[in-house]
Nanobody, 117 residues
Framework: QVHLVESGGGLVQPGGSLNLSCSVS????????MGWYRQAPGKERGLVAR???????EYVDSVKGRFTISRDAAKNTIYLQMTTLKPEDSAVYYC???????????WGQGTQVTVSS
């Protein structure tokens, strides 16, 4: 059974930075991809950034140039560096594991990010 543990959320002022991490109980290269999604109140959960097994990276347009996804295979951990944060970035951020061809993804417990003055 795969376990995901997220950390790093919190309250930050606009323009500030936060770093999220997601540690996985398995070798991250066993998965097709890993990524970060977010869900704000009243909105659907949506992709923020993902990184595939071979290192291809994808970002949603609204975070390009501000957020950076990375991984440390030795620690079985992925990270999300968030800079120049905006109030509209406020959401619960979820770590995601894409286990294709298994159609069922795995999700972390979520970590709250609040950008407010």
């Amino acid at each position: 059974q795969v376990h995901l543990v997220e950390s790093g959320g919190g309250l930050v002022q606009p323009g500030g930075s936060l770093n999220l991490s997601c540690s996985v109980s398995h070798n991250i290269f066993a998965f097709n991809a890993m990524g970060w999604y977010r869900q704000a109140p009243g909105k659907e959960r949506g992709l923020v950034a993902r990184i595939t097994r071979i290192g291809a990276i994808e970002y949603v347009d609204s975070v390009k140039g501000r957020f950076t996804i990375s991984r440390d295979a030795a620690k079985n951990t992925i990270y999300l560096q968030m800079t120049t944060l905006k109030p509209e970035d406020s959401a619960v951020y979820y770590c995601n594991v894409d286990r294709w061809p298994n159609p069922t993804p795995l999700w972390g417990q979520g970590t709250q990010v609040t950008v407010s003055s």
